[in-house]
C-alpha cells in the first residue's frame, strides 16, 4: 500500500470504527502522516500502483566563454573558460508537503564541485516514475 500524500509505502496502525464502519489506519514514514481506508477502499488501492511523481528544480552557474560579441554567436569549444554546474536542486513529490533540496557549499563553488548533489539527486531521480 503507499501513501496518498508522498507515494511512498506505509504500515497499518490498527482498525478503528467510524460511522459504524470498520477502517484501517495507515501510517506514513516518510511524510509522518496517517490516513484512514475502509476495507473495501482498501482493497482497490492495493490493487492500484499509483506511479511515483517527482516535481524537479535545478539551478545553475552560467557558462563562462571569450566571445567578441553579444548576439548570435557560436562560441566553439576552445572559447570556453568554465562548463556549468549544479548550484542547487529543490524537489517535491506530487501531493505531498515536503520539499526537499541541496545546494553547494561556498568550498564546492568555488571548486565547481557538483558531485555530492548530483549523487543525492541521481538517487531521488532514479527513484520517480514520473519527472515533472
Same mark, same amino acid.
Given at each position: 500500500? &503507499?501513501?496518498?500524500?508522498?507515494? &511512498?509505502? +506505509?504500515?497499518?496502525?490498527? +482498525?478503528? /470504527?467510524? =460511522?459504524?464502519?470498520?477502517? *484501517?489506519? !495507515?501510517?506514513?514514514? @516518510?511524510?509522518?502522516?496517517?490516513?484512514?481506508?475502509?476495507?473495501?477502499e482498501e482493497e482497490k488501492l492495493n490493487n492500484i500502483n499509483f506511479p511515483k511523481i517527482l516535481i524537479l528544480d535545478i539551478e545553475t552557474s552560467p557558462l563562462l =566563454? !571569450? +566571445? $567578441?560579441?553579444?548576439?548570435? *554567436?557560436?562560441? @566553439? /569549444?576552445? *572559447?570556453?573558460? =568554465?562548463? $556549468?554546474?549544479? /548550484?542547487?536542486?529543490? =524537489?517535491?513529490?506530487?501531493?505531498?508537503a515536503n520539499v526537499m533540496s541541496e545546494r553547494l557549499t561556498g568550498r564546492e563553488t568555488m571548486n565547481e564541485d557538483d558531485k555530492r548533489i548530483v549523487k543525492s539527486l541521481w538517487e531521488l531521480v532514479n527513484s520517480a516514475d514520473i519527472l515533472v
Open positions: 500500500m &503507499n501513501c496518498i500524500y508522498c507515494n &511512498n509505502l +506505509v504500515v497499518k496502525d490498527g +482498525v478503528r /470504527l467510524s =460511522a459504524g464502519e470498520k477502517k *484501517q489506519t !495507515w501510517y506514513c514514514k @516518510h511524510c509522518n502522516k496517517y490516513f484512514r481506508t475502509s476495507l473495501e =566563454a !571569450w +566571445v $567578441w560579441g553579444r548576439w548570435k *554567436q557560436n562560441i @566553439h /569549444l576552445e *572559447q570556453t573558460e =568554465a562548463e $556549468w554546474f549544479i /548550484l542547487s536542486w529543490s =524537489a517535491k513529490w506530487l501531493l505531498s
